[in-house]
């Protein structure tokens, strides 16, 4: 666990989560996982992302260290690593959230390729409920994918 303590460049909260997740893969990893559902090694080195599989190798293995995410196989296929965030990198989900919709509102206009926060409808739901609908639909996804051979 010391080179986890090694992380964190001082005692400030901000910059200490920062230092978790401001790198620049970590919260695109979470987002992909919880709003893509993407749950294996190769379903997120083939996002549109592009993060390199050394890149993603090292960036999981940081965090299933951090305990933001888990693996395991689905019931019939021990070869497939299933990742899925834990309470811990679920609890993110919120800055996720606000991370989108400030996108939204601010650089639309700046990049005008950018996907639309509309995708499920979540722009008409409060903040708290469009939470709680991507959790729903992310747990869902992990549920389905831990009991399918995959």
């Given at each position: ?25 970590t919260l695109v ?59 811990k990198g679920l ?17 639309r206009d700046e ?40």
């Amino acid at each position: 666990m010391e080179t986890i303590k090694n992380i964190f460049r001082c005692s400030c909260p901000v910059t200490s989560a920062v230092d978790i997740v401001g790198d620049r893969w970590t919260l695109v990893i979470i987002k992909l996982m919880l709003i893509q559902h993407c749950h294996t090694f190769k379903d997120i080195s083939e996002s549109e992302e592009g993060i390199a599989p050394n890149i993603l190798s090292s960036r999981l293995k940081t965090m299933l260290s951090l305990d933001l995410i888990t693996k395991t196989h689905p019931p019939n296929n021990k070869k497939v690593n299933i990742y899925h965030l834990t309470e811990k990198g679920l609890s993110i989900s919120p800055i996720v959230y606000d991370l989108m919709a400030w996108s939204n509102t601010y650089l639309r206009d700046e990049h005008t390729a950018m996907k639309s926060l509309d995708q499920h409808s979540i722009s008409l739901l409060s903040r708290e409920k469009a939470i709680d609908y991507i959790q729903e639909h992310y747990k869902a996804s992990v549920s389905s994918v831990l009991s399918d051979d995959y």
